[in-house]
């Protein structure tokens, strides 16, 4: 984009969406789809291609369809459909019309199997599954031709309806397209069409023992639904002739396959067979766990829809593979919650501070602002007390010169209230500090200060009698490799042992009291926490979202 163009340029597949607008190539609005295989909870790789796939809709005056790629029975289930639609609608997105399933189209696939043998274009191979396997050749020499592949139309129409019928074991015959064994594209080679499995299907029930192949399923159903652009991940590119040659063969309506990178995230496994192997063997607690990537988890975190669009649209839509840095994706939750979030005081490693002067028995209201991003956001009050709590690392006993906040006869502002100055400490018998003890200034309330002191620090804190005590969740990288692609031994030997941390006794300002699960809030000086689902009525839980700067940089 150059500096004086108002306009972001396009991305390459929204240039071929204008260039085909333009040229009258679509005769139709634009449609595209989404169409996760219900075998795993939605990631945040599936984000991109829900952004995508939903916005060019929208961007368009297009259509977006829900299609559930659902040719696999043994892994899939309804648990996964209702946790996919729930993730695309808490995006923000509606589908067009009711969600759709592959499975929808079985009967017509089934037709079209049989056309294409009545065509000379496919037939039904008997080889054992070894065979079948050596004769496909490899990358670099020919496959052979099957011994049944010119046996009579005729025949291969029967085995197809003996194959539906039951009448045949799981890999006892297959159906293959006819199209080239020299092909120097494997897929090419004969590829497998249908396939038995006598397994019951989450919808069609006991209705089939024969599934369309992803390839024979995928491209007809888009052309059943009039898709205009069919979007899907790079390693789909080498299909793509299969895709054409069977829309070409049966007639259909003609959607196009384009391709782009998939996203990939630092310190993070994009993958929902591994995603699923975390969950079974309890290395996280369930599919929604905070230090999931899942859509599910990462809500659960404190992630905003927003905050994952814009995250998305960041990342660009490219052709080649690359690697995204996890801090665009936190940088684009601290954007957002900064806008949303209203400040409180939570103190997460509390030291008790007495001051010495302020009377024990009085108490005062002080005004607090919200959200110094959003006046709407208003203000509310908060108790101030001689006994407060604030962070134990706030303090040091010999503090550099640079530590601009409390040490012995140093002077801080309390945040809305006092300048304080400490004038004495209490060790135990192991040298850790247990209390700290402080004067206050009389004149130095905030907003009404007329002590004329200058203070380079100011401090959170919380009124001790007036605290409310919260478990809090702090959560790190779920893994301690950045790029989780390119390892090559068990990935369950990469889990970062330390990606959970548990503080039972984090002191929060009351109004937290009223705060539901989902609820979020900035812990000022600290960053963005939310209320987790697990609270109970006398304790709440918080998740840390993110802090407020990468501390991870630093280590
Ligand atoms: P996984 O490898 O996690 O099993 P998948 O590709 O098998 O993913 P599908 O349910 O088939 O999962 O994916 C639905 C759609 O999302 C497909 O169009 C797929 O290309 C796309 N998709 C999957 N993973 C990513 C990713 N990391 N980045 C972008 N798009 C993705
Ligand atoms: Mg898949």
Redesign the pocket.
Known sequence: MSENDAKPSLNFIEQLIEDDIKNNKLQRPVHTR???????Y?????A???V??FGLAEKYGGTCNLRF?DTNPEKESIEYVEAIKKDVEWLGYTWDGDALYASDYFGQLYEWAKKLIADSKAYVDDTPVEQIREERGTPTQPGKESSRRNRPTEESLELLEEMRQGKHPDGAMVLRAKIDMASPNMHMRDPVLYRIRHVEHHRTGKDWCIYPTYDFAHGQSDSIEGITHS???L??EVHRPLYDWLIEQLGIFPSKQTE?????LGYTV??????LQLVEGNYVNGWDDPRMPTLSGIRRRGYTPDAIKNFVHKVGVARRDSLTDVALLEYSVREDLNKKANRVMGVLDPIKLTITNYPSDKEEMLSAINNPEDELAGKRELPFSNEIFIERGDFMEDPPRKFFRLGPEREVRLKYAYIIKCVDYKKDDNGNITEIFCTYDPNSKSGQDTSGKKVKGTLSWVSAKHATSVEVRLYDRLFITENMNEVEDDFLKHLNPDSLQILDDVKVEPSLSDAEPGDQFQFERQGYFIVDPDSAADKKVFNRTVTLRDNWAKK
């Open positions: 989404f169409p996760p295989e219900p075998n795993g939605p990631h945040i790789g599936h991109k291609s829900i995508l796939n790629d979007l899907c991940t390693e789909f782009f990178a998939r996203l990939n994009v993958s929902k067979r591994k995603l």
